[in-house]
């Protein structure tokens, strides 16, 4: 399978919305229309528990390391950066899924999934950061920016595959997880950043 078909494919695995499936074939909502509106993991738990999003962060996972893992390995020996290029279809298919209109979650687990495969250690780094921060701050968004920020970071001191080329990425990829947050920033800005246990299920911000 060449290389171009397997960045199609993995724009398509990205975009299976897994949330929104969950919420409909077990919950009967859409969960565009509560909560952020967001298409994640967070919004799942705040809108329907733990239950419903334990598994949409699993399968959100699952895409990201699906994606580097096996298809480099069916892409007939292209160059080594060809498993970065899948990475990236299957994050943007997550944010922008063409299933429901262009909208998805904010990238992050299926970010994790992807660099679990090549750099485990760092991602293992960046977990803690991520849990120590929401844990402090009671804030997602605040805890998945720095976990985003750390992990380049984390590269440099952890064993991992690609060299320069994955650091180079995971700048990059960190800067859009950022970027997907600018509307936690502007209500961090304002004060208004929810916490957990701030908002009754379905009206807190993702």
């Known amino acids: 399978m060449t290389p171009i078909v397997l960045c199609l494919t993995a724009?398509?695995?990205?975009?299976?919305?897994?949330?929104?499936?969950?919420?409909?074939?077990?919950?009967?909502?859409d969960l565009r229309q509560h909560g952020s509106g967001n298409?994640?993991?967070?919004?799942?738990?705040?809108?329907?528990?733990?239950?419903?999003?334990?598994?949409?962060?699993?399968f959100d996972v699952f895409k990201g390391w699906l994606a580097v893992t096996?298809?480099?390995?069916?892409?007939?020996?292209?160059?080594?950066?060809?498993?970065?290029?899948?990475?990236?279809?299957?994050?943007l298919g997550h944010v922008y899924s063409f299933w429901v209109k262009f909208r998805g979650g904010k990238g992050v687990a299926t970010s994790a999934g992807a660099f679990l495969a090549l750099a485990p250690w760092a991602v293992l780094f960046s977990a803690?950061?991520?849990?120590?921060?929401v844990f402090i701050t009671r804030m997602v968004s605040v805890g998945s920016m720095a976990a985003a920020a750390a992990f380049p970071v984390a590269l440099l001191f952890t064993p991992h595959e690609g060299g320069n080329t994955l650091i180079w990425f995971a700048m990059a990829l960190?800067?859009?997880?950022?970027?997907?947050?600018?509307?936690?920033?502007r209500r961090l800005l304002r004060g208004e950043e929810l916490r957990f246990g701030d908002a009754k299920k379905g009206t807190a911000h993702a």
């Open 11 to 29: 724009y398509v695995l990205g975009a299976t919305p897994t949330s929104y499936v969950v919420a409909r074939a077990f919950f009967g909502i």
């Open 39 to 58: 298409l994640g993991a967070t919004n799942t738990f705040r809108v329907l528990g733990w239950k419903a999003a334990l598994p949409v962060m699993l």
């Open 70 to 91: 096996v298809f480099p390995r069916v892409d007939g020996r292209a160059p080594w950066a060809w498993a970065l290029v899948y990475a990236t279809g299957t994050i």
């Open 128 to 133: 803690g950061v991520w849990i120590a921060l």
């Open 174 to 185: 960190a800067a859009f997880v950022v970027w997907a947050h600018r509307s936690n920033i």
